[in-house]
Every structure is written in structure tokens, then in C-alpha cells.
């Protein structure tokens, strides 16, 4: 997923304002996996890949600093489930006689 947020402050220029991304809930997401990127103007980007096989909801929390005070602004995430195809594994072939019970070993 990814998502574009825009930051600003009356007092305090856009190069001094401190951004984070911070969410609820590390199982779905992997801190490699995910990119914060200044896009200028106060314009930022989030983007993150939930990990494999992983599913559920997180809540994430976009913090803004001017050194002084802070700002919090929360959005709840959720990954649906993906219906993975099955696998097969061929085993060793097994040969039977028409009519006649075949025994497969384990």
C-alpha cells in the first residue's frame, strides 16, 4: 500500500519539521519493507509491503514534530487474506494390477 500525506506549520519551516511512521502492529510489517520519502513542499509519501502469508489490521500513526510540539494522526491499515493456490509435492510412483488391492508404504 501507499498513501500521501501533507505537513505544515505556521512557525516552523518544512526542512525543521521532523516526520515518523510508526504501526501497531510489526507481524504485517517489516521495517525493510517500508519507505518514508520527503517529496518536497511538505508532501510526503508512505509506502510499505506487508510481509508474506500475513494478514490483519494495524493501526498507523503519522507523528509531525517542530521540536517543540508534536502532532499525531492515526489511519487503521487492513491486509486481506490471499487465497494462496495449494502445493503438490509428487511423491514416488506407486504401480498397481487392475482388480488387485495396492498397498502404498508411508
Not at 501507499?2 to 518544512?14: E, I, K, P
Not at 519493507?33 to 502469508?53: C, D, E, I, K, Q
Not at 500513526?61 to 487492513?78: F, M
Amino acid at each position: 500500500f501507499s498513501f500521501t500525506f501533507t505537513v505544515a506549520d505556521a512557525d516552523t519551516s518544512l526542512d525543521r519539521l521532523r516526520v515518523s511512521v510508526a504501526g501497531s502492529d510489526r507481524s504485517l510489517f517489516a521495517a525493510e519493507n517500508s519507505t518514508l520519502v520527503h517529496l518536497g513542499g511538505g508532501v510526503w509519501s508512505f509506502s510499505a509491503v506487508a510481509r508474506p502469508g500475513q494478514f490483519g489490521e494495524s493501526v498507523v500513526t503519522i507523528s509531525v514534530s517542530d521540536g517543540v510540539s508534536t502532532v499525531r494522526e492515526q489511519a487503521r491499515l487492513t491486509v486481506l487474506a490471499v487465497n494462496d493456490a495449494p502445493t503438490f509435492f509428487k511423491g514416488t510412483s506407486v504401480v498397481g494390477a487392475a482388480g488387485k488391492p495396492t498397498t502404498c508404504g508411508a
